[in-house]
T-cell receptor, first 114, second 118 residues
Framework: DAGVTQSPTHLIKTRGQQVTLRCSPK?????VSWYQQALGQGPQFIFQ???????QRGNFPDRFSGHQFPNYSSELNVNALLLGDSALYLC?????????????FGPGTRLLVL | AQKVTQAQTEISVVEKEDVTLDCVYE???????LFWYKQPPSGELVFLIR??????QNEISGRYSWNFQKSTSSFNFTITASQVVDSAVYFC???????????????FGTGTLLAVQP
């Protein structure tokens, strides 16, 4: 049973560029959440997708947007990149039912903005 | 407001020592969930345990044990007979229950870096 997968693993961009990160949830999971983890910090919630809609959003600007596809996979888009967007971006998925509160994380995408 | 505090930034122990990682949380909700995750150098967050606010039973899983005390808003994690492979950053996290059956966002602490020396 494959876990949560993310691509790419690493990415280098320059200020002002746009980036798209991808996530495939665990089999049977229908909810995808995205987190940003700056160096030495705990992950910060960006947003969550369920049934192809953004259901919850953290304190991130509109430059951060996302999408969920019918197969439950998800994308995170960041426009007009800033140096401060350099971080590890983590995707997490969860399943419907009694275990819905537990989120399982992927390996992350390390983004460096120069 | 929701908040998770992990006051220990770094802990260094020698193999076979026992070590306890502290976690203190704040929430106004009566129904909530507490978690511990392990983050090895590879970066992936590995789920270790989830605890419901209405279940204060302590739990043991092999060398790992968790002590949940609502009276002190703490959810501490103990590793018995630590091993080098336990070296990682450990995060405590909180989520509040949502009506309508939905996954809620996780609020993480800043993590504790555990270094186990051989």
């Amino acid at each position: 049973d494959a876990g949560v997968t993310q691509s790419p693993t690493h990415l280098i961009k320059t200020r002002g560029q746009q980036v798209t990160l991808r996530c495939s949830p665990k089999s049977g999971h229908d909810t995808v959440s995205w987190y940003q983890q700056a160096l030495g910090q705990g992950p910060q919630f960006i947003f969550q997708y369920y049934e192809e809609e953004e259901r919850q959003r953290g304190n991130f600007p509109d430059r951060f947007s996302g999408h969920q596809f019918p197969n439950y996979s998800s994308e995170l888009n960041v426009n007009a990149l800033l140096l401060g967007d350099s971080a590890l971006y983590l995707c997490a998925s969860s399943m419907p039912g009694p275990e819905q509160e537990t989120q399982y994380f992927g390996p992350g995408t390390r983004l460096l903005v120069l | 407001a929701q908040k998770v505090t992990q006051a220990q930034t770094e802990i260094s122990v020698v193999e076979k020592e026992d070590v306890t990682l502290d976690c203190v949380y704040e929430t106004r909700d009566t129904t909530y969930y507490l978690f511990w995750y392990k983050q090895p150098p590879s970066g992936e967050l590995v789920f270790l345990i989830r605890r419901n606010s209405f279940d204060e039973q302590n739990e043991i899983s092999g060398r790992y044990s968790w002590n949940f005390q609502k009276s002190t808003s703490s959810f501490n994690f103990t590793i018995t007979a630590s091993q080098v492979v336990d070296s990682a950053v450990y995060f405590c996290a909180l989520s509040e229950a949502r009506y309508g059956g939905a996954t809620n966002k996780l609020i993480f602490g800043t993590g504790t870096l555990l270094a186990v020396q051989p």
